[in-house]
């Protein structure tokens, strides 16, 4: 099997912990939700989708820090209780190769190219970004929602 030239990035286990901590202490952009379906609440630590009744804490995530023209904060969901990053690192995760939109940004976190991830699947693109030289780094969201998912860097 040919192994690939990514590595999936999680958000970091201290950002997950301290939504947690802001939703406890009643933020008002830190806020508890129940999943209530089965793919409409994915978790950025875990990587995997809610299942229906579990508690999220929906806030705000810069995933282009503030400063730069691409600059972006937007909502995500982590689970409420405390959950394993995801791990498997080499391997895009399964439940979201359907319904996302990779970018390619380059050193200065400029977007420098954007592609839905269709028939060819999201590895494909991913790997085709990454062989141009400027690509730093490559974001993966909603296509419908167009929420933050994750980052995937080289290896
Ligand atoms: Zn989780």
Not at 51 to 72: H, K, Q, T
Request: glycine share 6%.
């Amino acid at each position: 099997m040919k192994s690939s030239s990514f590595r999936i990035v999680p958000i970091r286990t201290d950002i997950a912990e301290a939504a947690r901590r802001e939703a406890e202490a009643g933020a008002p952009d830190h806020v508890l939700v129940t999943a209530d379906s089965p793919r409409g609440y994915p978790c950025r630590h875990c990587l995997r989708w809610a299942s229906p009744g579990e508690a999220m804490v929906l806030f705000p995530f810069a995933a282009i820090a503030p400063g730069r023209p691409y600059s972006e904060t937007g909502p995500i969901f982590v689970h409420a209780e405390p959950c394993e990053r995801y791990a498997a690192t080499h391997e895009f995760p399964s439940e979201f190769r359907k319904g996302r939109v990779l970018r390619a940004y380059n050193s200065q976190h400029d977007m420098i190219a954007a592609d839905l991830a269709k028939g060819e699947g999201p590895e494909a693109v991913i790997e085709r970004f990454l062989q141009k030289p400027e690509t730093a780094f490559v974001h993966v969201r909603s296509a419908s929602h167009g929420c933050y998912t994750m980052e995937v860097k080289r290896i």
